[in-house]
């Protein structure tokens, strides 16, 4: 069954050379990608687009044993997703660089599922991925901090393991390609790669598209993206931490191990107009700040323009700070309406030409939710490819999400115009030499636009 169409959104202007490109950052002799179950803009289909069906639950089959790296609270939040996915589900092994952490995951398994994790299967340590990997698993759910995914990642799909991978996938261009290449041998492995960017999972979300790919809107002319909202969390400092834990403990607010906001959070939104558009911007502009961050090096927030390679415009806008009016939307503006990319369509008088029917409630009222958290669906899918072996590899697309976020960042730290082809090809590798407790050589100092060094 086609319940899910998989990777692999082709851009189609300009995009040959940098396909060359990436397929030399590959590893030597990966076969080329198959566009298998890729979308195609509805201005070329001769026929209607549909939306995928995604099931509610995945099918039965023999038991998939998942080892979680990365205990911290999406990771748990992730177990607990694969756990409800459907029968025959095991967490078996858990890793984390810290101990506690590690332990209140696995609390919180025994609480809510009553699994037990064996000491034997319980790793700490910056090595702790290998240890999960190597356990017997058939299943790797990748949730550490940004900065350790590509490898973890190389490590998983070496190991010949079916890969959740939760975004980003890097924090610079390095990573990224590495991600890139990786992903290509999991292809020619037929290994599963789903990654975190849950928007594609959502089936309101996913409805829309089927509207837009289909001229409820005419075609798009510009596109506004928002994930303004309040500060996450931080972690102040605590006599004797050295300058790594305090920093991995505090990794939301240092741009090496999340890659700033922007990457870190607003790749979501980034990735839905990617989907949407069919293809990613050529070149960014933008300007950032830092007013009120408590730690760390970052900005907390950042405003992109980014064009397209026939001249269309998306605007991008990110923010951390508490107390301010918060928006997390995305607005597609077409010839003939405009859309949330989300639930509602209207044309510019206001009118509403279509709306996503939720799930009533006992009452007949709608409930305004879906009727599987996207969270939970993402790992259905994930489990339901392995399962029926419906082949799917998102690298390629969050990959590409990943490059047009780390643009944004670095025009508005740098404060010059940036390219997509200019992070491809960037030798830019964040945060220290070598991963180990001790001293860390990384100022909490923000960029200075003008003064940054290129990227």
């Not at 198959?34 to 023999?62: E, H």
């Not at 999991?186 to 829309?208: F, I, N, P, Q, W």
């Not at 509207?211 to 102040?236: A, E, P, Q, T």
């Amino acid at each position: 069954m086609n319940f899910y169409l998989t990777t692999s959104e082709k851009m189609k202007k300009n995009n040959s050379g940098r396909r060359k490109f990436i397929e030399k950052m590959a590893i030597a002799g990966a076969l080329a990608s198959p566009a298998i179950g890729s979308f195609l803009s509805s201005c070329t289909r001769k026929s209607a687009y549909r939306s995928p069906v995604f099931p509610d639950q995945a099918p039965d089959g023999n038991v998939l044993k998942a080892g979680l790296v990365g205990c911290g609270g999406r990771g748990t939040g992730a177990a607990r997703n694969f756990l409800n996915a459907g029968p025959n589900l095991e967490i078996t092994a858990l890793g984390d660089v810290f101990p506690h952490r590690l332990e209140q995951c696995r609390s919180n398994l025994k609480g809510r599922f009553d699994v037990e994790i064996p000491d034997a299967n319980c790793f700490t340590g910056f090595d702790s991925y290998k240890r999960v990997i190597d356990s017997g698993v058939d299943v790797v759910l990748l949730c550490e901090p940004p900065y350790f995914r590509a490898a973890s990642f190389e490590y998983a799909v070496q190991a010949r393991k079916h890969v959740f991978i939760e975004k980003p996938v890097g924090t610079d261009p390095v990573s990224v390609r590495s991600v890139m290449a990786t992903g290509r041998m999991a292809e020619s492995a037929g290994l599963v790669v789903v990654a975190g960017t849950h928007y594609r999972h959502m089936r309101d979300r996913v409805k829309a598209l089927e509207m837009v790919r289909n001229g409820i809107i005419g075609d798009i002319i510009s596109v506004n993206c928002y994930f303004n909202m309040s500060k996450l969390w931080h972690v102040n400092r605590q006599p004797g931490w050295c300058d790594m834990e305090s920093m991995v403990r505090d990794w939301v607010n240092w741009c090496w191990l999340s890659g700033d906001h922007i990457v870190e959070q607003h790749i979501h939104e980034l990735d839905t107009v990617a989907w949407f558009m069919g293809r990613h911007p050529v070149r960014a502009l933008g300007f950032g700040s830092r007013h009120r961050r408590l730690t760390g090096d970052q900005y907390d927030n950042f405003s992109v323009d980014y064009v397209y390679d026939d001249g269309r415009h998306m605007h991008s806008m990110c923010r951390q700070i508490d107390g301010c009016a918060n928006k997390v939307d995305t607005y597609f503006y077409g010839t003939g309406g405009y859309t949330n990319g989300m639930n509602r369509v209207w044309d510019y008088n206001g009118n509403v030409l279509w709306e996503y029917q939720y799930p009533l409630d006992e009452e007949g009222q709608s409930t305004g939710r879906l009727a599987v958290s996207p969270h939970d669906q993402e790992i259905i899918n994930f489990v339901t490819a392995i399962r029926t072996g419906n082949y799917v590899n998102d690298t390629e697309n969050v990959t590409g999400a990943n490059i047009v976020a780390i643009m944004g960042r670095e025009s508005a730290y740098t404060g010059r115009e940036v390219s997509y082809e200019e992070i491809v090809a960037s030798n830019t590798k964040l945060g220290p030499d070598e991963l180990k407790f001790g001293p860390v050589n990384i100022p909490a100092v923000p960029p200075i636009p003008g003064t940054a060094p290129s990227v």
